[in-house]
């Protein structure tokens, strides 16, 4: 078959027979990729019902060999991962073999990684093939064949042995770019089975869609750093945890100048942060470019057309681009560890660094960063004494398959319980198709009212809404009332708000709107009153609402 042979047994066996990582991890990381590359091959003949398919396993194993050996990968890592962070990973999987090969041990959860990022990460057309073989299907596909759940089972069937070591998450939502994937994992807007294992990373995936907006300077000063700090959020009494890695895949036809400014940013967050940075585009493109006008090239690489969503080659790619970089990381640790090679000692943990300041003055760093450390140890000193559950948000929900919602349904149903009056809006659309699910206006004047009883202390209110270029979205604008309903004295505190839902940016996306609730917002006990009517137009969506804390 290949220049691996034909041995379709995992190399990586002896793992599940080690409490340390380290002592299976010995080789080179290029002795090491050619070694496990029959057990990465087999993982990755997915959907696993064609796997006596000849004509589609040829193709993985000619796309796999051609065009991501150890060299090509080589130039998709751009910025190291932290070596600190990635011993603790490290111990976090060794506690998890121990845990799987002595079931009366202690449990340990799996290695956790959750994936943010737009529709290309949500796997829109990832069942595409050169080889006939129909898709997972219109909902099951989204799962199924996206790269983050083939990440998923490259570790456990490729390098585990079908074991449960590593647990890969999806919460990426079509149209969502950095400042939406922030909103995200700011409430915790993802279902109960994710909620269910602490994050260990977050992969930040939404280059194509940054690379969309107008503004790049919010992006660079404000997105960027504000997804980076979410993430960290997850775990604020962690130092190491969440480990953030940043992936820029390919983006089939947008026009270069966008995109090359996007990556130059990356490179910068990468660099300011101490972020595993990966550019899965760098493997592939210059076969693209160089075959560019042979479609059967282009078909054989992406498995679909030279476009945003590409096909299964594409999905595939990304998966093992991500693979080889987690790997290299291991590698890279361990062998250092291996010669005694100490890691150094951190002046200050790099999970607290602050944001670039739009000055440029580094005199400005250092305060913000211990003040950071120290509002850290407060919070955690704090969570350490109280029995209170933290939660962010009062009420909040996002329309999406990946935050749990799949249908107009679990929309109504969700509104329900505050929905006071509804008149012209509907919960309708697709999760997948166009339109999209969402709140929808479907007549001029429209207007909803919500009841909201705070259960937590709530400070600020986030609306997702789209914004779009069609004529149908011009002109539109929501006008928002919110009166604050005291418990402990009669008195009402009320301010008002407006939202556009155009742009003149040829696509759709979504576009988190954070506000300030009147009077410092509601105490527990209060009761948030909202009413909203479209202002002028007839067409407005909203895909999600927060009524948080922060």
Not at 194 to 222: G, L
Not at 398 to 420: D, E
Not at 496 to 501: A, K, P, R
Request: with cysteine.
């Amino acid at each position: 078959m290949t220049q691996y042979g034909d041995s379709r047994i995992a190399p990586f066996q002896q793992l599940m027979n080690n409490e340390r990582v380290c002592s299976a991890l010995t080789s080179s990381l290029a002795s090491t990729w050619k070694e496990i590359a029959p057990a990465i091959l087999k993982a990755s003949y997915w959907p696993k019902q064609h796997t006596s398919n000849n004509n589609f396993t040829n193709w993985i194993d000619g796309l796999f060999l051609n065009f991501y050996g150890y060299h090509q990968l080589r130039a998709s890592t751009l910025y190291p991962a932290d070596p600190a962070t990635t011993k603790e990973l490290l111990k976090i999987i060794s506690n998890r073999l121990k845990h799987l090969t002595n079931e009366t041990s202690t449990y340990h959860p799996p290695l956790h990684i959750l994936v943010s990022g737009g529709s290309v990460t949500w796997g829109m057309g990832c069942g595409a093939n050169p080889v006939g073989i129909p898709g997972p299907g219109k909902y099951k596909g989204y799962t199924a064949c996206a790269w983050p759940a083939r990440l998923e089972n490259l570790f456990n069937e490729g390098l585990f042995g079908n074991n449960s070591v590593v647990k890969v998450s999806n919460i990426a939502s079509g149209g969502a770019s950095s400042e939406v994937g922030k909103v995200v994992l700011e409430y915790k807007l993802f279902p109960a089975q994710v909620k269910k294992d602490p994050v260990h990373v977050v992969i930040w995936a939404h280059a194509p869609n940054d690379a969309h907006e107008s503004d790049k300077d919010r992006v660079f000063y404000e997105y960027l750093p504000g997804f980076v700090n979410a993430a960290r959020s997850l775990d604020n009494c962690n130092e190491n945890f969440p480990m953030v890695v940043i992936l820029e895949d390919f983006y089939g036809f947008q026009s270069y100048g966008p995109v090359n400014e996007v990556s130059g940013y990356l490179s910068e967050l990468s660099s300011w942060y101490r972020l595993l940075s990966v550019n899965q585009a760098n493997v592939i493109k210059h076969a693209l470019w160089a075959n560019f006008d042979n479609p059967q090239v282009i078909s054989h690489i992406l498995g679909g057309d030279y476009n945003l969503h590409s096909g299964m080659g594409h999905h595939a790619g990304v998966a093992w681009t991500m693979l080889y970089n987690f790997l290299s990381a291991f590698i890279d640790s361990c062998t250092a560890e291996t010669v005694g090679v100490e890691i150094p000692p951190s002046f200050m943990p790099l999970k607290f660094l602050g944001a670039y300041d739009t000055s440029g003055k580094y005199d400005k760093i250092r305060p913000t960063w211990w003040k950071n450390k120290e509002d850290a140890r407060e919070y955690c000193s704090k969570q350490m004494l109280s029995t209170e559950i933290n939660e962010p948000c009062t009420y909040a929900f996002m329309a999406n398959t990946m935050a749990g919602m799949w249908n107009p349904r679990a929309l109504r149903i969700k509104m329900q319980g505050v929905l006071k009056a509804s008149d012209g809006w509907e919960a309708s659309g697709d999760p997948i198709s166009h339109p999209r699910l969402g709140w929808t206006a479907t007549k001029e004047g429209a207007t909803f009212s919500l009841l909201i009883n705070a259960s937590y202390e709530t400070k600020f209110m986030t609306f997702l809404s789209l914004k779009s270029y069609g004529p149908n979205f011009a002109n539109t604008v929501l006008e928002i009332n919110v009166t604050i309903i005291r418990k402990e004295i009669n008195q009402h505190t009320a301010l008002s708000y407006e939202i556009t839902g155009y742009h003149e940016t040829n696509t759709s996306i979504y576009v988190p709107h954070k506000f300030e609730l009147p009077g410092g917002g509601a105490k527990i006990g209060d009761s948030i009153v909202l009413d909203a009517k479209l202002k002028s137009g007839a067409n407005f969506k909203i895909n999600g609402m927060a009524f948080c804390t922060e």
